[in-house]
């Protein structure tokens, strides 16, 4: 498998993953032209999508599904719930576009597998993701605010995480938010803090050369540096060096992370 983090942060998301016959695309939270755009820097041509599914329905994941949809001819994968929010969101798309996968269920891509499993967010019933090609594994996990032990079981194993680290809880509490919006971030259906993220990859992680992608981070309430460097020390901790054990990785809102290839020996 080969898999890019076209886009991550507050402003938009969307990642594309692609096995040897299959490619797909999750999320599309910017406008249909730059998630073209930003899949040509890695040299994929939005055309050749087999599909895009979603994670849940808020506008930072969903901005150009329904442009990429129409345009492609493109199925579109999400849960019931979720469908019943992005009706009125996506305009129109055609019935046998509209494709239900529900959590915990698995599908086929050709030679690429996908399982589906629950979140913890304020939305209708997001999801995350994992991916399969023969024993290869990667795993997509942000908007959630806190990390169960089912959702670590599910994604342990993985030899790379697109992992959720989206503030500091100092700078989110001392900044510009109104308290409401402030609380429903610290909930256990909001965001996971850096320091929250490192712990819960502390119990996941086993030091074998993952790679860990540090994603969806708020432009207001972080930094990439402090992100890293929180992360880092934190799974210093739990035994693991960056570099040696394990590999962390940034992402951007604006630039897609070059396209990594996972290959098991």
């Not at 942060?9 to 999320?27: A, E, H, P, Q, R």
């Not at 490192?198 to 996941?204: C, V």
């Amino acid at each position: 498998m080969e898999f890019s983090v076209l886009a991550s942060g507050s402003t938009g998301n969307s990642f594309f993953i692609k096995s040897k016959n299959s490619k797909v695309l999750v999320d599309a939270g910017l406008s249909g032209k730059q998630v073209e755009s930003l899949l040509e820097e890695v040299g994929v041509s939005a055309a050749d999508l087999d599909a895009i599914l979603i994670t849940h329905e808020h506008s930072d994941h969903i901005k150009g599904v329904g442009v990429l949809a129409r345009r492609y001819q493109l199925p579109v994968y999400a849960n019931a719930k979720t469908w019943e929010q992005l009706d009125r969101q996506l305009g129109k798309i055609a019935e046998d576009q509209r494709l239900i996968m529900e959590v915990g269920e698995t599908v086929e891509f050709g030679d690429m597998k996908v399982e589906s499993y629950g979140l913890s967010h304020d939305a209708a019933e997001p999801m995350g993701f994992c991916f399969y090609e023969d024993d290869a594994k990667v795993s997509l996990t942000t908007d959630l605010g806190y990390v169960s032990q089912r959702i670590k079981d599910t994604i342990c194993g993985s030899d790379a995480y697109i992992f959720e680290s989206n503030h500091d809880v100092e700078m989110l509490r001392m900044g510009s938010y109104p308290w409401n919006t402030k609380r429903r971030i610290l909930s256990d259906v909001g965001h996971l803090s850096n320091e929250a993220a490192a712990e819960a990859l502390g119990d996941i992680l086993s030091g074998k050369g993952e790679t860990v992608y540090l994603a969806h981070l708020s432009k207001e309430n972080n930094m990439t540096e402090l992100a890293r460097l929180t992360v880092k020390n934190i799974l210093q901790e739990y035994g693991f060096t960056d570099g040696e054990d394990i590999k962390l990785m940034d992402t951007s809102p604006v630039r897609p992370t070059v396209m990594q290839e996972i290959i098991r020996k």
